[in-house]
Nanobody
Framework: QVHLVESGGGLVQAGDSLRLSCAAS????????LAWFRQTPGNEREFLGA????????LYSDSVLGRFTVSREVAKNTAYLQMYRLTEEDTAIYYC??????????????????WGQGTQVTVSA
């Protein structure tokens, strides 16, 4: 498994931008994809986007396409989720996750076997 640690969450105002980081360790990441999910109380984890570590192919959820950006920095073993024009509806715990990647991206949380502890993002009006 890959060890993942998210950071960068916090309290922001509507309209602000925020960048989350996901530091990865424990495995060579070239065979993995890292994904971002978020979860609110009583709801399942929502897929936001994923990036393949080897070639930086990216898949976005339609719900955040054009507003959120996923990237990775190979030298730092870190993935990022850049979020723009945040609204109160973006308030959630944000998680990064990893799974072995063979060319197909998965949106289902059950397909990911490594998870970070999550970071809270709260957007105030």
């Amino acid at each position: 498994q890959v060890h993942l640690v998210e950071s960068g969450g916090g309290l922001v105002q509507a309209g602000d931008s925020l960048r989350l980081s996901c530091a990865a360790s424990g495995r060579t990441l070239s065979a993995y994809a890292l994904a971002w999910f978020r979860q609110t109380p009583g709801n399942e984890r929502e897929f936001l986007g994923a990036i393949s570590w080897r070639d930086a192919n990216i898949l976005y959820s339609d719900s955040v396409l054009g507003r959120f950006t996923v990237s990775r920095e190979v030298a730092k073993n870190t993935a990022y989720l850049q979020m723009y024009r945040l609204t109160e509806e973006d308030t959630a715990i944000y998680y990064c996750a990893a799974t072995e990647h063979y060319g197909v991206f998965y949106r289902a949380a059950t397909r990911y076997d490594s998870w970070g502890q999550g970071t809270q993002v709260t957007v105030s009006a």
